[in-house]
């Protein structure tokens, strides 16, 4: 199966809606609301439209991943520039296949490119691991709730990317995060 990875286009608004709706359905941590927040992160200052990007496989979209724009704000309010990654989802009838491993591995090279060091997230222990997540405890960056050490993750994406970053995670308002 070819899987091409690329750009999301506004044609593909609706079907990148549906794909992250039937996603995250029987996800247990979800509010089932992701897609929502991605229509939110579009229209926001947080949102690089290189970083919103499909899967396709026959030329239908199967997956989707985003990363915006965040700050990683410390105790002197001084602020580094980070993304976080929300959502990565792909369609249930084509998990296991390495689509979603695809979409983050893109993402982190685009990010690269457009010269982004590091991307925050919060989610499964098992799975980001494997892509160079490490926890952002070990950082000394916090994200601004309470949640599981161990599902809050971060990545340098260039060397020493955050050797003198630490403090809290500060999610643009669409999150709806306080
Ligand atoms: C998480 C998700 C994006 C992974 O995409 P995918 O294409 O199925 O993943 P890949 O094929 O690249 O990787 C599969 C591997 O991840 C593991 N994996 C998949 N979902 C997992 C989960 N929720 N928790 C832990 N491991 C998971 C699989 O066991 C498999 O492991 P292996 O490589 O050791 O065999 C996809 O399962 C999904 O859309 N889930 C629902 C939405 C969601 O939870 N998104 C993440 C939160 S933002």
Known sequence: MEINIRKEVQEDFKKVSELIRTAFESEEHSDHEEHFLVERLRNSDAFIPELSMVAEADHQIVGYILLTK???????????????????????????????GKLIKEAHQKAKELGFGSVVLLGHENYYPKFG???????????PFEVPEANCMVIELTENALQNVNGVVRYPKEFGIE
């Open 70 to 100: 965040i700050i990683i704000e410390d105790e002197n309010q001084k602020n580094y520039t980070s993304l976080a990654l929300a959502p990565v989802a792909v369609s249930p009838e084509f998990q296991g296949k390495g689509i979603g």
């Open 133 to 143: 997540y490490k926890l952002t405890k070990e950082f000394g960056i916090r994200l």
